[in-house]
């Protein structure tokens, strides 16, 4: 009887000792699954990784409604964050849309339009879209002069512009501050709206022009293929007193100015398939040294230590429709 009990012990040590092996197994398996799960996770988040894939928008923009009223409606384009938030149109030139919104009514905000140059439907490498700088009334594309500030660009890193069948998103990749008359910068313009279709020796000249001309640096990468946004509006950064090389043409203060005809233009490329739309700001840094045109020196009474470089000009490249 004695002989009995005690193999009936033993099977009760023996399952006992089967339970506590069986739950600890369990409780390994599930701590090393843990462990490895939270591995995984530091990777996923880790921006070097992988980029992430693109989605549509649930619900695409129908801009119908916009084509309605004004059939030369090409897209809309907005800046998140900003007052930027607008249709664009395109029409036969560059001037309509100065002096007429967006209904063709006579206004002296004019419009945000794109180069009459430019293919609306199959985006060209080059893209570029006006608006005014109203400064007081911060309409159209008034915002785009706090670009200056590297601060903000931080803020508003991406823009979305898109045409009426396609959804684009562009990171911005330089910003500069530009003259439009000749007179500004020793008889030279500088030709950021020539929109055709890149050849490699255009696209590396003008690229080498962005670096040295931006204001900051942004870390966002650019490669030929790229498709390029570029933003312009006007800016008063030259206005100088009036002298003999800048003649007066308008008073303030009691004081004869020459009012500059300067321009600041943002560019920016399209992200591309594939690619994580968001922007790592804390990659940007200020250009120390920016090239500006002359009339910047001018009126700060220093040399230009660009005064020499040879001058980017596209080759000649026909723009198709």
Known sequence: ME???????????????????????????KFFIDKNDEGNGDVSNNPSTEQTEITEPEQRPDYSEYVAINPETVGWITIPGTTIDFPVVQTLDNKHYMNHNFEHEKHYCGAIFMDYRNNATDLDSNTIIYGHNNYNDGVVFSELAHYEDIEYYKEHPVIEFNTLDKYYKWKIYAVMITNRLANEDNGYILNYIYPH??????????????????????????????????????????DIKGNSKYPH???????????????????????RPGEDPTVDTSKAYINENPKYPQIYYDKHGIENPFKNDKHYKPNAVEVKK
């Open 249 to 271: 043409n308008y008073t303030s203060g009691g004081s004869s100015y020459y009012r500059a005809q300067g321009g600041i233009v943002i560019i920016a490329r399209a992200v």
């Open 197 to 238: 279709n890149f050849e490699s020796a255009n696209y590396n000249n003008y690229v080498q022009e962005l670096n040295k001309r931006t204001l900051y640096f942004t870390g966002v990468d650019v490669k030929e293929g790229d498709k390029f946004l570029t933003l312009q509006t006007c800016v008063r950064n030259f």
């Open 3 to 29: 002989k009995k009990n005690n193999a009936n012990v033993k099977k009760i040590i023996i399952a006992v000792c089967l339970a506590v092996l069986v739950i600890a197994s369990v409780f390994l398996v």
